[in-house]
Nanobody, 126 residues
Framework: QVQLVESGGGLVQAGGSLRLSCSASGLTFSSFHMGWFRQAPGKEREFVAHSSWNTGSTNYADSVKGRFTISRDNARNTVYLQMNSLKPEDTADYYC???????????????????WGQGTQVTVSS
């Protein structure tokens, strides 16, 4: 049974930082693409960042590029999202997700992901 468990969310002031973690079990973590998505109240879930298991590449939404960093520790079956220079518009529930196969822009589509965590809430105050 695959489980993804996020942690690290919370309340932070604008300009602050948070690091989210997602611990995975029940899958061969090193062979899965990992993504972070977020969903703000009243809005659709949107792509944040992606880490490729096979190329080692990372990709980001334009809205977080230069501020957020996705990384993975295959020995710990964990993917991280370091969030710096947080803005009130970053307020959302953040989800990690796992996907076995994708390429190009397909790696940014939430509908392509097979497994999801329960989410962790991030609130950025102005």
């Amino acid at each position: 049974q695959v489980q993804l468990v996020e942690s690290g969310g919370g309340l932070v002031q604008a300009g602050g930082s948070l690091r989210l973690s997602c611990s995975a079990s029940g899958l061969t973590f090193s062979s899965f693409h990992m993504g972070w998505f977020r969903q703000a109240p009243g809005k659709e879930r949107e792509f944040v960042a992606h880490s490729s298991w096979n190329t080692g590449s990372t990709n980001y939404a334009d809205s977080v590029k230069g501020r957020f960093t996705i990384s993975r520790d295959n020995a710990r079956n964990t993917v991280y999202l370091q969030m710096n220079s947080l803005k009130p518009e970053d307020t959302a529930d953040y989800y990690c997700a796992a996907l076995r196969y994708c390429s190009g822009s397909g790696c940014y589509l939430s509908s392509r992901y097979d497994y999801w965590g329960q989410g962790t809430q991030v609130t950025v105050s102005s």
